[in-house]
T-cell receptor
Framework: GAGVSQSPSNKVTEKGKDVELRCDPI?????LYWYRQSLGQGLEFLIY????????KSGLPSDRFSAERTGGSVSTLTIQRTQQEDSAVYLC?????????????FGEGSRLTVL | TQLLEQSPQFLSIQEGENLTVYCNSS?????LQWYRQEPGEGPVLLVT?????EVKKLKRLTFQFGDARKDSSLHITAAQPGDTGLYLC????????????FGQGTILTVHP
């Protein structure tokens, strides 16, 4: 497709399980971002990739969260030992510009529910 | 404490009414963006304002960036049911890449 693709769209898991969320950015976009949207909290920045490198991981809430990007394309956000407070919509965005002048294109998000 | 304070949080109006959403901060930003998000979808960029005092128009939507680049407003004239959605302001501060700080959003409902 032409847009940012995320999977799964919905994930329900039990507390303590690990989950993987996938993002397929727009072809050719070198910059990739993960954001988290919790009810009543707006969007919060998690991590920024430029190519396969992550120069800014400052938004990852704990060491249970990690992300990688391979081939300058697909990115995976992994949450280990999930907690109920991890429940949120995880949004991925990509941009064709490495700097802050390019538009961010968001995917539809992955809704994570931790029981 | 939110870096970006957005108000009101909820807005329910009748078709044809005008409305204004505010985005305020004590910080100075290099630029500020407004997004619209519909249920089950990601935010979509409406506009970016860069210069203090800048005014941009997008059909019935008017966006303004404060002179000191600390605040912004979104004004909708003659709202339509299709304007219903979550409106988010977001700011770039101090980075050379697209790391955005978002306000909490305004949920707008326009009734026919």
């Amino acid at each position: 497709g032409a847009g940012v693709s995320q999977s799964p769209s919905n994930k329900v898991t039990e507390k303590g399980k690990d989950v993987e969320l996938r993002c397929d950015p727009i072809s050719g976009h070198t910059a990739l971002y993960w954001y988290r949207q919790s009810l009543g909290q707006g969007l919060e920045f998690l991590i920024y990739f430029q190519g396969n490198s992550a120069p800014d991981k400052s938004g990852l809430p704990s060491d249970r969260f990690s992300a990688e990007r391979t081939g300058g394309s697909v990115s995976t956000l992994t949450i280990q030992r999930t907690q109920q407070e991890d429940s949120a919509v995880y949004l991925c965005a990509s941009s064709g510009s490495p700097d802050n002048t390019g538009e961010l294109f968001f995917g539809e998000g992955s809704r994570l529910t931790v029981l | 404490t939110q870096l970006l304070e957005q108000s009101p949080q909820f807005l329910s109006i009748q078709e044809g009414e005008n409305l204004t959403v505010y985005c305020n901060s004590s910080s100075v930003f290099s630029s500020l963006q407004w997004y619209r998000q519909e249920p089950g979808e990601g935010p979509v960029l409406l506009v970016t304002v860069v210069t203090g005092g800048e005014v941009k128009k997008l059909k019935r939507l008017t966006f303004q960036f404060g002179d000191a680049r600390k605040d912004s407003s979104l004004h909708i004239t003659a709202a339509q049911p299709g304007d219903t959605g979550l409106y988010l302001c977001a700011a770039l501060k101090g980075t050379s890449y697209g790391k955005l700080t978002f306000g909490q959003g305004t949920i707008l409902t326009v009734h026919p």
